[in-house]
């Protein structure tokens, strides 16, 4: 029997899946990917052989059963999920079945969308003194939220927010972000398709993004990134992280004695 190997593709560009995700398509016997959100320029790493189908029209119980027959006949098989598989993936409900029948499961990280979202627009998620979080979530809509993860609570932190699966809501996004103390100049950035050919970056404030969203027609595949890290580059002054201060004690780096001490 073989393994199967859940792998991240990466948010679309073919060189944003990792070396040892290139390494695992190219060796792969059977490929099955996620062909609503995982771009197919991906599988020009995999060999001219392989038995490649897309999922976009299975339900779970169909890619398990996928995976399962093709484990049976062959070493390598690999799930290939957009972005990493760890998040929003259901690789615990597809290894489950897996497990069951003693197949081999392995998982190899991705670039999640949420890293190449703040890459595409030149921002970073953290930033010292402001922001040292960050929430990666969504709105509740199918998939009932956990009654302590309600979105008010968590966009009440004030911290990064990483919003996934939710841009079809966008209006019902920022009227919960300022209903839980966001002011509506705060600033927003949407993403979307980042690093594909059509990637689109939106900069706004929670007034003006849901219109914007309209007028690009963006209302699916996309990164809502909400943070007061965004546009700290732009910023006269900035809080200079203690990483850098040569007061700051680190691990491999004794702590240097500061002249005024
Ligand atoms: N595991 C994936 C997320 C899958 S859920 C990851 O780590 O990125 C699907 C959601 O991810 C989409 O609704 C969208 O919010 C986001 N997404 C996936 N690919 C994207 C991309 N290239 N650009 C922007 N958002 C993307």
Partial sequence: MG?????????GAPDMITVRGARLLAEADAILYTGSLVAETVLQWAKPECDIADSKTMDLAQVTAWLLERAQRHAQVVRLQTGDPTLYGV???????????GIAVGIVSGVSSAMA????AGECLTLPEITQTVIFTRLSERTQMPETESFASLAAH????????????IDAVVTQLIAAGWAETAPVVI???ATWPDEIVLRGTLTDIAAQCRAAQID??????????????FR???????LYDAAFPRRFRPAQPTTDN
């Fill in 3 to 11: 393994k199967v190997w859940f792998v991240g593709a990466g948010p």
């Fill in 91 to 101: 690789v615990a409900e597809l290894a489950r079945p897996l497990d069951a029948a």
């Fill in 117 to 120: 979202a703040a890459a595409a």
């Fill in 158 to 169: 004030g911290c990064t927010l990483c919003i996934f699966l939710s841009i079809e809501r």
């Fill in 191 to 193: 993403v979307h398709k």
């Fill in 220 to 233: 699916r595949q996309a990164l809502i990134l909400v943070s007061p890290a965004l546009g700290a580059r």
């Fill in 236 to 242: 006269a002054s900035n809080t200079t992280s203690k």
